[in-house]
């Protein structure tokens, strides 16, 4: 349950509330939303409403789905499909719910609709443009014709260069000590991964005191590490060493059950990415475990040495922490805001297929908050 209330949320995100009140009247707009429902939502989802719009709201993620906050949407207006843990059958059944609500825009974080959709082969003649948060989501689309124009907004330096790169490392780490009471001195920690949230989580790990060590399968991303002053290598080369191992690819069992077996006695595993299968978890939870901690799992391998699993291998920020503070958020949110905007206005007449969000949309989010 979080602490923080919607008022101090809204006080303390000026550049969502000027985004807010340069929307457009929305009234006919059916907007469906999935993201991660997390309280700093709130005043966007409140502003959304407030201009006309209805909106269908499932998350992107059912660990960091926070209940009281879908209680806050529900009292805002909008129809939300979710709860904390929703198992996967119940959330997909929302998604598909979503889409026979019959929305004229979608607004994602891992282009769910839009994959359940393209993937059936269905036809939705009613959407007239979307936009996409996450790099998974945009990973998702490569290869797909989707018939309607969806404005990426992940690759923009405001999003990636800010958010992706100095938030998730800071709340990822933040996490990991409220949780466990554990710093990183001492520690030697591998990050599976250098985009920019792995690029945060490295640098911050050094910051709060952790020897790094950086695992990334793209040659030039690797040698970048190495030029920021990290040792790398193999997550397979490198994992035996490691305290600590933190994902954040987007890809699938990145930290495989083969690596996992050969771990330290102690070893912690976390992911940051927005998969929860980043790491091979089918064959973890399938040994004697106990709960050490309400977000830590140790789990006895066949070598007889314990691994603690952070969270469930759920997001560690979102799940295991508050995430984002509402100050960096705000510039996140507020271009978001202006996304939307953008959807559901000029962005309609867009060709179909992925774009970028363009400049002149994004940068009205941009000026100092006074
Ligand atoms: N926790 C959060 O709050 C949060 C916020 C933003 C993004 N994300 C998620 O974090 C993930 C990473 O985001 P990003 O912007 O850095 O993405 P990115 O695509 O820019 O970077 C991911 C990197 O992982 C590497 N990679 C892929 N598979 C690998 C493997 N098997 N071993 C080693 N490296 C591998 C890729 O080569 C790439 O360089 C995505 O899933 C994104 O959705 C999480």
Redo the contacts with the bound molecule.
Sequence with gaps: MTEITPAWAKAHMPRVARAVENLPDMTGIRLAMSM?LDMKMLPLVEGLAGRGAALFITTCNPATVRNEVVDAMRAAGARVDAFKDMPEDDWQRAIENGIDWGPTHLCEM?SDYTHFLLSRGLELPDVKAGLEA????I?RLQGTLPPWPIFNW?DLPVK?GL??RH??GL??WNAFFTRTLLSLHEKTVLV????????GLAASARAFGGTVMV????PA?RLQARYDGWRTG??AELAPEADVIVT????HH?VPFSVIEGLKDGCFLLN????ID?IELEPLLALPVKQALPAVTTHSLPSGNRVHLFVGGA????TGGE??SLNAFDMTLAVMAEGIGHIVGEGEKAASGVHLLPRAVWERACPDPL
């Design positions: 991660h891992g996450t790099g998974s989501g990973n992940d990636e958010h992706n938030m998730v709340t990822t599976v991964g250098y985009g920019s949230v792995g690029q695992a990334e399968i793209d991303r193999s997550v954040g690819t987007g890809g990145v940051s990415g927005h998969r980043e997001m560690a920020n979102l995430g984002d």
